[in-house]
Nanobody
């Protein structure tokens, strides 16, 4: 069992930056691929970014590529999402997720999920 806790959300003006963190407890963190998703009000949850077991491969949604960076520190059991040049349309609850299989990365049925952290981007 893996428990995931997100932090770092908040209110920021358009053009600003935030860094989200996802800290995991439980089994070996490096045994899981990690993903970030978001869900805006009235919309479906969507994939934002993903990272392989040791960070060698990263994946991004087109809407955030070039602005967001996913990373991980396996020694700290933590994954990060650096968000720059934020836009109002980035407003959402952001969730991190973990999966034991690389094939699960980015899927909405990843094995473990955090409870989310709210990011609000104002004009």
């Amino acid at each position: 069992q893996v428990q995931l806790v997100e932090s770092g959300g908040g209110l920021v003006q358009a053009g600003g930056s935030l860094r989200l963190s996802c800290t995991a407890s439980g089994r070996t963190f490096s045994s899981y691929v990690m993903g970030w998703f978001r869900q805006a009000p009235g919309k479906e949850r969507e994939f934002v970014a993903g990272i392989s077991y040791h960070g060698g491969s990263t994946y991004y949604a087109d809407s955030v590529r070039g602005r967001f960076t996913i990373s991980r520190d396996n020694a700290k059991n933590t994954a990060y999402l650096q968000m720059n040049s934020l836009k109002p349309e980035d407003t959402a609850v952001y969730y991190c997720a973990a999966d034991r299989s690389i094939q699960g990365l980015g899927r909405r049925d990843m094995d473990y999920w955090g409870k989310g952290t709210l990011v609000t981007v104002s004009l």
